[in-house]
């Protein structure tokens, strides 16, 4: 099994995979599963839900081995109570995003967030506004004349704003419109000042289908991106 380790506090990994490539380990995934994960499985009504969740687990405790030099079948994760993942005792932060059968992970030294969505239409631009967005984001969103760069803007907004509740540790608890990454001037914020402390935020290019982005506690200086593909236990 190969093995990795972050070198220092600026740096992030990005791990991505797709859920379909893995149907055949459903069971053994399943038997890595915590009491609490399997509970949380059982409540999803939609089984292609149910799989990929089993499937990311499994392949995130996979990767989680990577740096740990456990099995991956002993590793523990544990849940906040806004069901923000992490581990205890460890020095190692991580968070998951997935949209369609695409899945991130990112992995760092201090508490990180990450988001990605595959673009789509949205029904309702202006309610979802409303609820979401700062009067900021909503201004560069209207100035979008046609439907594909509205698409594309609301995407690059609310990615951001994700990564950056999901660092925080609440995710959509959190009130997004309360969340600001936009200058003045329409352009994004590299870092943003959150309870007297640093959070920077990055912009990922993964598949021209999607918009993500990453939020990181503290400084980023390194994103090193990785397809996880091979399979050990």
């Known amino acids: 099994m190969n093995t990795y380790k972050l070198d220092h506090l600026e740096e992030v990994h990005i791990w991505q995979f797709t859920t379909d490539k893995y149907k055949s380990y459903i ?5 890595w599963l915590s009491n609490t ?14 799989q990929a969740f089993i499937i990311s687990r499994g ?22 109570s806004y069901m923000k993942p992490y581990l205890k005792n460890q020095f190692l932060y991580f968070n998951i995003s997935h949209s369609a059968d695409l899945v991130l992970v990112a992995l760092a030294r201090k508490p990180v967030g990450i ?4 673009l789509r239409d949205i029904e309702d631009y202006d309610r979802t506004a409303a609820l979401f967005l700062s009067d900021k984001e909503k201004r560069l969103l209207y100035n979008n004349e046609t439907s594909f760069l509205k698409k594309n803007t609301f995407f690059e907004i609310w990615t951001h704003k994700e990564a950056v509740v999901k660092a ?6 959190f009130p997004l419109h309360k969340i600001n990454i936009l200058h003045s001037k329409h352009q994004f914020l590299n870092t943003i000042y959150i309870k007297n402390k640093i959070y920077t935020v ?5 598949d021209k289908n999607y918009r993500s982005a990453i939020c990181k506690e503290g400084k980023i200086h390194e994103i090193h991106i990785f397809q996880f593909e091979n399979l050990s236990n």
């Open 202 to 206: 990055r912009n990922i290019l993964i």
């Open 37 to 50: 994960e399997y509970k949380y499985m059982a409540q999803l009504k939609n089984k292609n839900r149910q």
């Open 168 to 173: 925080l540790g609440y995710g959509l608890h």
């Open 27 to 31: 069971n053994l995934f399943t038997s």
């Open 115 to 118: 988001d990605i969505e595959k």
């Open 59 to 80: 392949i995130i405790k996979q990767i989680i081995s990577m740096y740990l030099g456990h099995s991956p079948a002993t590793i523990e994760i544990f849940y906040t």
